[in-house]
Nanobody, 129 residues
């Protein structure tokens, strides 16, 4: 059974940084596509960033390009989202997700929640002015 456990959320001020972590068990992240999604209050869940299972394609939503970085450490079976220069509009619950096979063509430049099978419970990020 695949389990994903996020950590690292919190309350920060605009311009500050946070690093989210997502520890996986029951699956080897080395062979999985990984993604981070977020859901702001009253809004639909959106894809923030994802990496294809072959690691050839990395996608970022436009609003986080140049500020967020997605990585994975296969020795720790953990994925990360480094978030710099945070803005109030980055506020939301952040979810990590994985799936077995997802290549760049399938992603088509977007991180789509429907393409990911396993999900973490979410961690809240709040960015104040």
């Amino acid at each position: 059974q695949v389990q994903l456990v996020e950590s690292g959320g919190g309350l920060v001020q605009s311009g500050e940084s946070l690093r989210l972590s997502c520890a996986a068990s029951g699956s080897r992240l080395a062979y999985d596509a990984i993604g981070w999604f977020r859901q702001a209050p009253g809004k639909e869940r959106e894809g923030v960033s994802c990496i294809s299972s072959d690691e050839l394609d990395t996608v970022y939503t436009d609003s986080v390009k140049g500020r967020f970085t997605i990585t994975k450490d296969t020795t720790k079976n953990t994925m990360y989202l480094q978030m710099n220069n945070l803005r109030p509009e980055d506020t939301g619950v952040y979810y990590c997700a994985t799936t077995k096979f997802l290549n760049g063509a399938m992603m088509d430049g977007h991180c789509q929640a429907s393409q990911f099978e396993y999900w973490g419970q979410g961690t809240l990020v709040t960015v104040s002015e």
